[in-house]
């Protein structure tokens, strides 16, 4: 893919150290959760069918909002990256369609292998998909679905008794733990591609603190961040 002109990315060895820790940190992750994780439970399916299903009078309020925002996190990553892939050698897609039943594990790979596009002027969206991924509505729309997921977990819950019983949970449910895990590993790698774009449209460096608040920090991100130079 040819760059413009006169635009410098930085080059792939200058990030390689951060490159290397992301790769090492992948397959750690990757160890981790088939190797040390807690055992998988016999009513994993069946959970993730009430999940799935919204059958959620049984379920730890918990683990229902953390379903559902594991939901939500790839649609940002959709947004970030497959724009930021237009400047990339590698595709962004295959990472983000992965992203979706795979959480970190499948984004991760990505982020590796990238390079950084601060140095470059935002693209305008050329196509649809892109223009809806781009949209400011989608960041609205992930901002309101977050809040209204908090309150749900805030109104069902029960107290220390609910978080009690999500912690038993997390040490004994290999769903429940890797989930937890995968939520975490999506929070802490957001500015990898969202810092990125704030300095390519030139936002206000205070995003940078935003937008490491868990999901909605990036969703306000996205309802909020300067539009590119044609008004996209």
């Not at 200058?14 to 040390?36: C, D, E, K, T």
């Not at 949970?169 to 704030?198: A, E, G, K, N």
Request: glycine share 6%; aromatic share 12%; with cysteine.
């Amino acid at each position: 893919m040819n760059m413009p002109n006169g635009i410098a990315v930085e080059p792939f060895s200058a990030g390689r150290w951060q490159s290397l820790a992301l790769a090492v940190l992948w397959l750690g992750f990757v160890a981790y959760a088939v190797l040390l994780s807690p055992p998988s439970t016999a009513n994993t399916l069946d959970v993730i069918r009430q999940l799935s299903t919204g059958q959620w009078a049984d379920l730890n309020p918990i683990v229902v909002v953390l379903f559902n925002l594991m939901g939500l996190w790839p649609v940002v990553y959709a947004s970030l990256a497959l724009s930021d892939g237009c400047d990339q050698s590698i595709p962004a897609w295959p990472f983000v369609v992965g992203s979706f039943g795979f959480g970190a594990f499948a984004l991760m790979p990505y982020l590796v292998l990238r390079k950084s596009t601060r140095a470059f002027p935002c693209r305008v969206a050329d196509s649809a998909l892109l223009r809806g991924l781009t949209h400011r509505l989608l960041g609205v729309g992930i901002a309101i679905a977050t809040l209204l997921l908090m309150i749900y977990g805030l109104t069902q819950s029960h107290g220390s008794e609910t978080w009690q019983d999500f912690v038993h949970q997390f040490f004994t449910s290999q769903f429940i733990h890797v989930m937890s895990l995968d939520f975490c590993m999506l929070t802490l790698l957001t500015p990898r591609l969202l810092w990125d774009d704030i300095a390519r449209r030139a936002a206000a460096p205070a995003w940078r603190s935003v937008s490491l608040l868990p999901l909605l920090g990036p969703a306000l991100y996205l309802a909020l961040r300067p539009a590119v130079a044609d008004g996209l």
